[in-house]
């Protein structure tokens, strides 16, 4: 895949429906100039790779003739690390001057996207999920990403339950590995807001006085509650820096 910054084209609608119809909403939106759009993903590859925003209504796609098809590097507000982001907006005729050509394929374990001369690779995740434990995929989670949740006994109840009900019922309806651990993600971080915590971008924990190394996910209480001194600290940050204080 070539370096890219930030590009545009304009596709037939018929021609993106490839696309379209190859990716399923994986439950979070974006902001676009304001507008707000509904992320999706394709069913084989993560999002950490590459992820499509659609319209929130995305039948209004299909009243127009062409596509406004955005192609940019996106960093993620956690970890930085960067992936491919596809925009798909409804295009009028009338300011178009030049159309592209998209199409995609799957090879050698690939999902191919290519607009005229542009590229775009992407790794497929196969794995049979037949038999398979699924509440470990929610743990495998749990130890990765949400350890602030400390209470290991508990959160092995819930991924248990999750494991029986959404879980099960997404395998036999055909769900991929990948589409479960998107699943399994959404239902860890829907228990860290309902527990009370929120995960912060570095920018934000900055301005909360919690220095770089400080973990991203942060009890809302410890930020809203406390008061904070002039050089940013909160009061916790300034007991524990000084304990016999």
Not at 48 to 77: A, M, N, T, W
């Amino acid at each position: 895949m070539k370096k890219l910054n930030q590009k545009r084209y304009f596709v037939k609608m018929f021609r993106a429906y490839c696309i379209i119809n190859a990716v399923t909403p994986t439950g979070r939106t974006a902001k676009i100039n304001k507008t707000e759009m509904v992320v999706y993903g394709f069913r084989d590859v993560p999002t950490s790779k590459v992820d499509i925003l659609l319209p929130k209504k995305i039948e209004s796609l299909f009243r127009h003739e062409y596509i406004l098809f955005d192609v940019i590097e996106k960093h993620g507000k956690y970890d930085g690390k960067k992936r491919v982001r596809f925009t798909m907006r409804s295009a009028y005729s009338a300011v178009i001057s030049e159309t592209n050509d998209i199409s995609m394929c799957v090879k050698n374990n690939t999902r191919i996207i290519t607009i005229d001369d542009e590229v775009f690779e992407f790794p497929i995740i196969k794995k049979d999920v037949n038999n398979y434990h699924l509440a470990r995929i929610a743990m495998w989670h749990w130890r990765r990403y949400f350890t602030h949740l400390t209470d290991e006994d508990n959160v092995r109840e819930i991924c248990d339950t999750w494991a029986e009900t959404e879980a099960t019922e997404m395998a036999e309806e055909g769900a991929t590995i990948v589409e479960l651990n998107r699943a399994a993600d959404r239902m860890l971080y829907n228990l860290s807001r309902e527990l009370g915590w929120r995960k912060m971008t570095l920018r934000e924990r900055l301005q909360h006085g919690l220095g770089v190394d400080s973990p991203c996910w942060q009890r809302v209480g410890c930020l809203y509650e406390d008061n904070f001194s002039a050089t940013g600290c909160g009061e916790h940050t300034l007991c524990e820096s000084h304990p016999n204080k």
